[in-house]
């Protein structure tokens, strides 16, 4: 039976869109997810709701336990993950408020702990990810987001940094060089391990920065994207409702 495990990012991780959740604390063997996780329905869908940053938002990206975050939307059950998470702009045409259904990924972190496969003592272990976000889930995001006359770009490359701090102007511009098209904290140790846990994952972006590259645009600040964040949430909000909705005409 399809579940779907929702992870929401910064100002978006406390959508009030479950009746009557019900709360459940998982421990995994990587150590407690980021939040507690609420389970209820949307239209019968049954649907697990987890805070990527905790539900004060307690933790910077680099100490987000994304293995604990996987593995306990595993055994609780999920089918699909859909992922929410500000990203900066790096392309002139994807404006503040747009939303961004990511495709693919360039990891420039650092120091995550970004696998399951830490020991090959069982067998070497190496995953696939030339196409690390599920194409169905990317299909029903967009075809709802277009539905819902939300701003919204059918695809793009996400550029995952380490942070906390921003970008430089000079890495702001050699991303723009390597084709990304937005940048963000979080998504590319999240998705490596959501398919190494063989879970359908799709992302979707909202932007609410130029980064620093844009001329004539004061560099971002933390409370410009919280700001953008708080004007544009419901669109994602109703996003997720609707997509969620989506699997119970399946
Ligand atoms: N999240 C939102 N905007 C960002 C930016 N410019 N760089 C990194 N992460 C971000």
Redesign the pocket.
């Known amino acids: 039976m399809t579940k779907i495990g929702i992870i929401g990012g910064?100002g978006l991780d406390d959508p009030d869109i479950l009746k009557n959740p019900e709360t459940v604390h998982v421990s995994t063997r990587f150590g407690d997810p980021s939040s507690p996780l609420r389970c209820g329905r949307i239209e019968g869908v049954e649907t697990v709701i987890l805070a990527r940053h905790g539900n004060s938002h307690q933790y910077s990206p680099a100490q987000v336990n994304n293995r604990a975050n996987i593995s306990a939307l595993k055994e609780i059950g999920v089918t699909h993950i859909i992922a929410t998470?500000?990203?900066?702009?790096l392309k002139e045409e994807i404006d503040r408020g747009h939303l961004v259904v990511l495709d693919q990924f360039i990891d420039f972190t650092r120091f995550r702990k970004n696998t399951f496969h830490d020991s090959f003592a069982n067998g070497a272990k190496h995953v696939a990810m030339a196409a690390p976000f599920d194409s169905e889930l990317r299909q029903r995001l967009y075809g709802t987001a277009s539905s819902l006359n939300l701003p919204v770009h059918r695809k793009g490359c996400v550029v995952t940094?380490e942070?906390p701090r921003?970008?430089t102007v000079a890495e702001?511009n050699m991303f723009r060089m390597w084709g990304a098209d937005v940048?963000?904290?979080s998504t590319a140790p999240e998705a490596i391990l959501a398919n190494e846990a063989e879970i359908p994952y799709g992302a979707v972006a909202m932007?609410?920065?130029?980064?620093?590259w844009k001329q004539g645009e004061e560099p971002?600040t933390w409370d410009e994207?919280l700001a953008v964040f708080n004007k544009n949430a419901s669109n994602v909000t109703s996003l997720l409702i609707e997509v969620v909705k989506g699997f119970s005409r399946k």
């Open positions: 910064s998470t500000a990203c900066g702009s940094i942070g921003f970008s702001s940048i963000n904290m932007s609410t920065d130029y980064d620093c971002v994207i």
